[in-house]
């Protein structure tokens, strides 16, 4: 478990911020809740009164209000748009989260996922009517495996998250049926592991052992050799590491896994790194989820929804879970029930996220063998071009290595200023930054792991560093102001976290009356 | 490139800066005989005139469900979507935002995601909802997880009236985790009795309602009896507007509460993206999955909103966490409220009914056909028909004539010896011209 | 008379008779930031040395609080379910988290006292 905590609430009185009468700072701007200004009454949409009918409802009909307001259509787009003028997003400017691979979303995408043969269609219509659905599941499908190198792929998973899951799963069912399923019941996980790692693997029952990286900040063969024996079905390892480094004994840990009989999962998160230079099966991966959302451009949407199909090597494949598309003769089908097959069940209703996939074969066809190569090599430049142009102020936990695609500091150089890394991710925010990822990995105090992507320009990094360098020296110099209040000219100033853990208020509720 | 905005000469400038030879030494850690020196079987980059081209032509290969009359439900439904959705949630700041770890700079996500709880609460009738699951079926089976874990049991009970999907992805992930399932079988008419499979071993029942062949289940007598052994009720539905006309499983003594939103806002997508809607009683809220936003002050005093109780979460827990569940459902909630706020209480209720006139009208024009007949006592826009003929047959037969008829239910479930069932549904989308076509072409197949 | 005493995952005992108080030093409440929830065990609950009998947590981590000694459970804090803050503000004082029944004193020759305990956080530092 997780012990490094950090303040939770701010902790100085500021110098006050120039008033106005609507709380307002010219596009700055303030919104209330629709509870508060929308009536039950309102709507912005005009429905029919039907005729006079017989219900059939029984005696289940709803009596009593429901507390839904509505608002005609110009005020809630007014409020809405108020409310979005609040979030950063990629598209306003550089993104540097680690491990979430903020490259650009493709407009293209959004217009072909919108085409109403793609959108407009239900996963249960006769199977003559949707061939174009299945071709583009298929299409993409056969993409992703030609870029890992795998068997077979389980289209079906809506996140990455549910892909570990499905991919443990497959490894479970594997070791069931050689009978081990009692006595391999133990996953190696590095500490530097995402925690959706350990959470899948203890969701089916798998107790988590450690496994240490080396002070070279990857994981050596020796060491799973040593943490391996009877009772382990798998390996959890992310290739590129969330400490931005390829796991160059990969090769060694995989044949270790095999040679004992356990299995290896690998975590793609960090795939975008080397997409047309490597591919997992020829490492010896035999599962491993890959996040739409992050290498193949699907938008976050402010936190979802993502799709993490798993790619199988032959070891697992025929354990993959329905449904999946079949190709054979003249049309395409889909095999939906398990039947007598070794599939080991289903992991949600329907056939997967199918408007993800449409974003993400248009990326990948945009692309082609030679963009996806070039993307590759484009965000591993951008993340070394960042690590060396920032080296020299921040510490990075091992040496001067070249990283792949994220680069990785901690707070060592932050020591003697009396500052955190909270701190200097705060100061970024009034520069117009969003924030990298901090205080992930845990295995380094106070990380920054920083991912640029390949959607940057040259100016665009360039800007992006000398802003670092100009906060880094700042807080150096022990210029505390600018970083312990921030920020400063954000929408809202630093909240109080430890407030909204102790009271918690999870959804609006109508006042009392006076 | 059209996305890649590096040219030679800025690469070369970047090298340089790094002190690398070249690109592929910053590869130089991948296993020599594993470094590819392209990608083989694919083709080259694309302009997006040519991707439009390739995908229109996939895109053309599918009956468009708003081409043709259209009756299927069964766990996705069509309806209206305003325009304004669509175009809201297309905004950059909405679309190409990320998880709202920044609170700061990120309460517009925030704000939208504390109305969304706030409207699933009420809809359900529960105390509190979280930001959203992926979609009613892993939420479903995420609720037989947390109801494990309040009652230390592990046994749980699936209607027969749940969608049969549902029941499968619960089953998987039971079996995976070792924990038992009872799968009644599948109940047609609502007659089953739930209670008598309830013991001291039960941690929780799993009812639909409306359920998977359109019956409206009173739920309050099955919560009495959970609630008398000890165990927990798990309400689920897969059609959210009914909740405009159905009595919410709340107010009949639901313990959590699980559904689909892809109704309101949301497009059928062919199966997905959809919306995890998952709501509970406050005092449970700790062995909720999902993530939660919640009210708080910011330094200056004013209102804001933040991700909070996250202790209960994978990147805190790890291991011990309540589920290892990371990305929710955020535009497609997104979505889901910006319509429902445009509906309001009184368009809701009025979509509701207008859904239930039209499945009301249908089921008599069908019922009316020789050889059909309507199985339901109650229902809400969706309910069954069973004719002389296989159902799958039938529906091929009514494609052919150009009308999507419903779901067989021996696709969902084959060896139930229910070959003869159709579960067809109703919406505002549904003009009279096309229940009238549906009728006379149903007719003719008979 | 009552003497406290640590274990290196930075819980405290303070005996008194054969019923020992417990809770997290002050360096631990440092650490952990504000203490949002704690969980706290059931009354008659029964732990050997060791495991993990309780959970703090704050708004970005959650702590294993484990048995410094063997023992059951023979009251719990109420305050501290109530206003998990007092951790913070006093966390070997009205901050305690639960008090049990020493199976084995002899277990507490194997703690630190006091200033071994202050030795061994400037180990740490």
């Given at each position: 478990m997780n012990i490094q905590g950090r303040p939770t609430r701010p902790t100085q009185a500021s110098p006050a911020r120039r008033g106005s009468f609507t709380g307002n700072r010219a596009l700055d701007m303030e919104e209330a809740l629709i509870f508060e200004t929308g009536r039950l009454d309102a709507s912005g949409v005009d429905i029919e009164h039907p005729a006079p009918f017989a219900s059939r409802l029984g005696g289940h009909a709803r009596a009593g209000e429901i507390g839904l307001p509505g608002l005609t259509e110009p005020e809630a787009v007014r409020h809405y748009v108020r409310l979005s003028r609040n979030n950063y997003s990629i598209d306003a400017g550089l993104y540097p989260l680690g491990s979430c691979t903020m490259k650009h979303n493709p407009r293209l995408n959004e217009k072909m996922a919108r085409l109403p043969g793609f959108c407009d269609v239900h996963p249960l219509q006769p199977i003559s009517t949707v061939q174009g659905a299945l071709e583009l599941i298929d299409t993409l499908a056969r993409k992703l495996l030609t870029m890992t190198g795998m068997s077979a792929v389980a289209m079906s998973p809506k996140a990455?998250?549910?892909?570990?899951?499905?991919?443990?799963?497959?490894?479970?069912?594997?070791?069931?049926?050689?009978?081990?399923?009692?006595?391999?019941?133990?996953?190696?996980?590095?500490?530097?592991?995402?925690?959706?790692?350990?959470?899948?693997?203890?969701?089916?029952?798998?107790?988590?052992?450690?496994?240490?990286?080396?002070?070279?900040?990857?994981?050596?063969?020796?060491?799973?050799?040593?943490?391996?024996?009877?009772?382990?079905?798998?390996?959890?390892?992310?290739?590129?590491?969330?400490?931005?480094?390829?796991?160059?004994?990969?090769?060694?840990?995989?044949?270790?896994?095999?040679?004992?009989?356990?299995y290896f999962y690998c975590d793609g998160a960090n795939f975008n790194a080397v997409v047309g230079k490597t591919r997992p099966g020829d490492l010896g991966v035999d599962a491993m989820h890959i996040n739409l959302h992050k290498t193949f451009s699907t938008p976050h949407g402010g936190g979802g929804p993502g799709a993490g199909p798993v790619v199988f090597s032959e070891r697992l494949a025929s354990f993959a879970p329905v449904p999946f598309v079949v190709s054979g003769g003249e049309a395409l089908g889909l095999v939906e029930h398990a039947g007598d097959s070794r599939a080991f069940g289903r992991m949600s209703a329907f056939h997967g996220q199918m408007g993800m996939f449409v974003r993400a074969l248009a990326f990948i066809l945009s692309h082609g063998a030679d963009g996806l190569r070039q993307a590759s090599e484009d965000a591993v430049l951008a993340a070394n071009y960042v690590r060396a142009s920032l080296g020299d102020l921040m510490s990075a936990p091992f040496g001067e290595r070249t990283c792949m695609h994220e680069v990785l500091f901690d707070d060592r150089w932050l020591k003697d200023s009396g500052l955190t890394t909270l701190d200097f991710a705060k100061a970024m925010i009034d520069e117009g930054y969003h924030p990298m990822t901090v205080y992930f990995p845990l295995v380094v105090h106070g990380a920054m792991l920083i991912e640029p992507t390949e959607s940057e320009s040259k100016a665009s990094l360039d800007l992006f560093i000398m802003t670092l360098r100009d906060l880094a020296m700042s807080a150096l110099a022990g210029e505390r102001e600018r970083f312990v209040d921030a920020p400063l000219d954000a929408p809202r100033r630093r909240l109080d976290e430890t407030r909204a853990a102790r009271q918690p208020i999870l959804r609006w509720t109508k006042p009392a009356p006076a | 490139m059209r996305y890649l905005p590096l040219d030679a000469s800025d690469r070369a400038l970047m090298l340089a800066r790094v002190g690398a030879a070249d690109i592929d030494a910053l590869f130089s850690d991948i296993p020599a005989d594993k470094r590819l020196s392209a990608l083989l079987d694919m083709p080259g980059s694309m302009s997006e005139l040519e991707v439009e081209r390739a995908l229109t032509t996939m895109a053309a290969r599918n009956v468009a469900a708003g081409s043709v009359p259209f009756f299927l439900g069964a766990g996705a439904y069509r309806h209206h979507i305003p325009a304004s959705v669509d175009h809201l949630i297309q905004r950059s700041e909405f679309l190409t935002s990320y998880t709202p770890y920044q609170p700061e700079i990120a309460q517009g996500t925030l704000q939208a995601l504390f109305e969304f709880q706030t409207q699933v609460a009420a809809l359900t009738g529960m105390e509190v909802a979280n930001a959203s699951m992926y979609d009613g079926s892993t939420a479903c089976a995420e609720a037989m997880l947390m109801a494990h874990r309040l009652t230390r049991r592990k046994k749980a009970v699936l209607s027969g009236g749940l969608h049969p999907q549902y029941s499968d992805v619960a089953a998987t992930l039971a079996e995976m985790a070792g924990d038992e399932i009872v799968r009644m079988s599948l109940d047609v008419r609502a007659s089953e009795d739930i209670g008598a499979e309830i013991d001291d071993s039960t941690s929780c029942v799993i009812v639909q309602t409306p359920d998977f062949f359109?019956?409206?289940?009173?739920?309050?007598?099955?919560?009495?009896?959970?609630?008398?052994?000890?165990?927990?009720?798990?309400?689920?539905?897969?059609?959210?507007?009914?909740?405009?006309?159905?009595?919410?499983?709340?107010?009949?003594?639901?313990?959590?509460?699980?559904?689909?939103?892809?109704?309101?806002?949301?497009?059928?997508?062919?199966?997905?993206?959809?919306?995890g809607l998952f709501a509970a009683h406050l005092k449970h809220v700790r062995q909720m999955p999902g993530r939660l936003a919640?009210?708080?002050?910011?330094?200056?005093?004013?209102?804001?909103?933040?991700?909070?109780?996250?202790?209960?979460?994978?990147?805190?827990?790890?291991?011990?966490?309540?589920?290892?569940?990371?990305?929710?459902?955020?535009?497609?909630?997104?979505?889901?409220?910006?319509?429902?706020?445009?509906?309001?209480?009184?368009?809701?209720?009025?979509?509701?009914?207008?859904?239930?006139?039209?499945?009301?009208?249908?089921?008599?024009?069908?019922?009316?056909?020789?050889?059909?007949?309507?199985?339901?006592?109650?229902?809400?826009?969706?309910f069954t028909i069973r004719t002389p003929r296989n159902a799958r047959a039938l529906v091929e037969d009514l494609a052919s004539r150009g009308v999507i008829g419903g779901l067989p239910v021996s696709r969902l479930a084959p060896d139930a010896g229910l070959d003869d069932l159709l579960v067809v549904a109703a919406t505002e989308l549904n003009s009279a011209a096309d229940r009238a076509a549906y009728a006379a072409a149903l007719a003719q197949c008979l | 008379m009552s003497e406290i005493r640590f274990t290196k995952d930075h819980e405290y005992v303070r005996v008194d008779g054969d019923v020992g108080t417990v809770g997290i030093s002050d360096h631990a409440q440092q650490q952990l930031g504000d203490v949002v929830f704690v969980e706290l065990p059931a009354l008659g609950a029964k732990f050997d040395k060791g495991a993990g009998a309780a959970v703090v947590e704050s708004v970005k981590a959650a702590s294993d609080i484990f048995a410094p000694v063997s023992g059951e459970v023979v009251a719990v804090n109420g305050d501290v379910d109530a206003e998990p803050g007092l951790i913070n503000q006093d966390a070997l004082g009205r901050g305690w988290i639960m008090k049990i029944k020493l199976a084995d004193p002899k277990e507490l020759d194997g703690l630190m006292n006091q200033s071994d305990y202050d030795a061994f956080l400037q180990t740490l530092a």
């Amino acid at each position: 478990m997780n012990i490094q905590g950090r303040p939770t609430r701010p902790t100085q009185a500021s110098p006050a911020r120039r008033g106005s009468f609507t709380g307002n700072r010219a596009l700055d701007m303030e919104e209330a809740l629709i509870f508060e200004t929308g009536r039950l009454d309102a709507s912005g949409v005009d429905i029919e009164h039907p005729a006079p009918f017989a219900s059939r409802l029984g005696g289940h009909a709803r009596a009593g209000e429901i507390g839904l307001p509505g608002l005609t259509e110009p005020e809630a787009v007014r409020h809405y748009v108020r409310l979005s003028r609040n979030n950063y997003s990629i598209d306003a400017g550089l993104y540097p989260l680690g491990s979430c691979t903020m490259k650009h979303n493709p407009r293209l995408n959004e217009k072909m996922a919108r085409l109403p043969g793609f959108c407009d269609v239900h996963p249960l219509q006769p199977i003559s009517t949707v061939q174009g659905a299945l071709e583009l599941i298929d299409t993409l499908a056969r993409k992703l495996l030609t870029m890992t190198g795998m068997s077979a792929v389980a289209m079906s998973p809506k996140a990455g998250a549910h892909g570990e899951l499905c991919g443990m799963m497959a490894i479970k069912a594997a070791i069931a049926a050689r009978g081990e399923e009692k006595t391999r019941n133990v996953v190696l996980v590095p500490d530097s592991a995402h925690g959706t790692n350990p959470a899948s693997a203890a969701l089916i029952g798998f107790s988590v052992r450690a496994v240490p990286a080396g002070a070279d900040g990857v994981v050596s063969a020796q060491s799973v050799r040593a943490a391996l024996g009877p009772d382990v079905a798998a390996i959890m390892l992310t290739n590129p590491n969330t400490c931005g480094l390829f796991e160059r004994d990969i090769v060694g840990i995989a044949d270790a896994m095999h040679e004992a009989g356990a299995y290896f999962y690998c975590d793609g998160a960090n795939f975008n790194a080397v997409v047309g230079k490597t591919r997992p099966g020829d490492l010896g991966v035999d599962a491993m989820h890959i996040n739409l959302h992050k290498t193949f451009s699907t938008p976050h949407g402010g936190g979802g929804p993502g799709a993490g199909p798993v790619v199988f090597s032959e070891r697992l494949a025929s354990f993959a879970p329905v449904p999946f598309v079949v190709s054979g003769g003249e049309a395409l089908g889909l095999v939906e029930h398990a039947g007598d097959s070794r599939a080991f069940g289903r992991m949600s209703a329907f056939h997967g996220q199918m408007g993800m996939f449409v974003r993400a074969l248009a990326f990948i066809l945009s692309h082609g063998a030679d963009g996806l190569r070039q993307a590759s090599e484009d965000a591993v430049l951008a993340a070394n071009y960042v690590r060396a142009s920032l080296g020299d102020l921040m510490s990075a936990p091992f040496g001067e290595r070249t990283c792949m695609h994220e680069v990785l500091f901690d707070d060592r150089w932050l020591k003697d200023s009396g500052l955190t890394t909270l701190d200097f991710a705060k100061a970024m925010i009034d520069e117009g930054y969003h924030p990298m990822t901090v205080y992930f990995p845990l295995v380094v105090h106070g990380a920054m792991l920083i991912e640029p992507t390949e959607s940057e320009s040259k100016a665009s990094l360039d800007l992006f560093i000398m802003t670092l360098r100009d906060l880094a020296m700042s807080a150096l110099a022990g210029e505390r102001e600018r970083f312990v209040d921030a920020p400063l000219d954000a929408p809202r100033r630093r909240l109080d976290e430890t407030r909204a853990a102790r009271q918690p208020i999870l959804r609006w509720t109508k006042p009392a009356p006076a | 490139m059209r996305y890649l905005p590096l040219d030679a000469s800025d690469r070369a400038l970047m090298l340089a800066r790094v002190g690398a030879a070249d690109i592929d030494a910053l590869f130089s850690d991948i296993p020599a005989d594993k470094r590819l020196s392209a990608l083989l079987d694919m083709p080259g980059s694309m302009s997006e005139l040519e991707v439009e081209r390739a995908l229109t032509t996939m895109a053309a290969r599918n009956v468009a469900a708003g081409s043709v009359p259209f009756f299927l439900g069964a766990g996705a439904y069509r309806h209206h979507i305003p325009a304004s959705v669509d175009h809201l949630i297309q905004r950059s700041e909405f679309l190409t935002s990320y998880t709202p770890y920044q609170p700061e700079i990120a309460q517009g996500t925030l704000q939208a995601l504390f109305e969304f709880q706030t409207q699933v609460a009420a809809l359900t009738g529960m105390e509190v909802a979280n930001a959203s699951m992926y979609d009613g079926s892993t939420a479903c089976a995420e609720a037989m997880l947390m109801a494990h874990r309040l009652t230390r049991r592990k046994k749980a009970v699936l209607s027969g009236g749940l969608h049969p999907q549902y029941s499968d992805v619960a089953a998987t992930l039971a079996e995976m985790a070792g924990d038992e399932i009872v799968r009644m079988s599948l109940d047609v008419r609502a007659s089953e009795d739930i209670g008598a499979e309830i013991d001291d071993s039960t941690s929780c029942v799993i009812v639909q309602t409306p359920d998977f062949f359109g019956n409206l289940r009173d739920l309050a007598p099955i919560a009495a009896a959970a609630h008398a052994k000890g165990a927990l009720l798990v309400a689920v539905f897969t059609e959210a507007v009914s909740l405009g006309a159905v009595r919410s499983p709340g107010e009949m003594g639901a313990d959590i509460v699980v559904g689909e939103g892809q109704s309101i806002g949301n497009a059928l997508n062919f199966g997905g993206p959809y919306l995890g809607l998952f709501a509970a009683h406050l005092k449970h809220v700790r062995q909720m999955p999902g993530r939660l936003a919640g009210e708080t002050l910011d330094a200056d005093g004013r209102r804001s909103f933040v991700l909070t109780l996250s202790t209960r979460e994978q990147h805190i827990r790890r291991e011990k966490a309540t589920s290892n569940i990371c990305t929710n459902s955020g535009l497609c909630a997104l979505a889901f409220s910006i319509h429902l706020t445009l509906l309001g209480e009184a368009g809701l209720r009025r979509l509701a009914r207008v859904n239930h006139a039209h499945a009301v009208d249908l089921a008599e024009r069908l019922g009316a056909i020789g050889g059909v007949s309507m199985l339901n006592e109650t229902f809400f826009n969706e309910f069954t028909i069973r004719t002389p003929r296989n159902a799958r047959a039938l529906v091929e037969d009514l494609a052919s004539r150009g009308v999507i008829g419903g779901l067989p239910v021996s696709r969902l479930a084959p060896d139930a010896g229910l070959d003869d069932l159709l579960v067809v549904a109703a919406t505002e989308l549904n003009s009279a011209a096309d229940r009238a076509a549906y009728a006379a072409a149903l007719a003719q197949c008979l | 008379m009552s003497e406290i005493r640590f274990t290196k995952d930075h819980e405290y005992v303070r005996v008194d008779g054969d019923v020992g108080t417990v809770g997290i030093s002050d360096h631990a409440q440092q650490q952990l930031g504000d203490v949002v929830f704690v969980e706290l065990p059931a009354l008659g609950a029964k732990f050997d040395k060791g495991a993990g009998a309780a959970v703090v947590e704050s708004v970005k981590a959650a702590s294993d609080i484990f048995a410094p000694v063997s023992g059951e459970v023979v009251a719990v804090n109420g305050d501290v379910d109530a206003e998990p803050g007092l951790i913070n503000q006093d966390a070997l004082g009205r901050g305690w988290i639960m008090k049990i029944k020493l199976a084995d004193p002899k277990e507490l020759d194997g703690l630190m006292n006091q200033s071994d305990y202050d030795a061994f956080l400037q180990t740490l530092a």
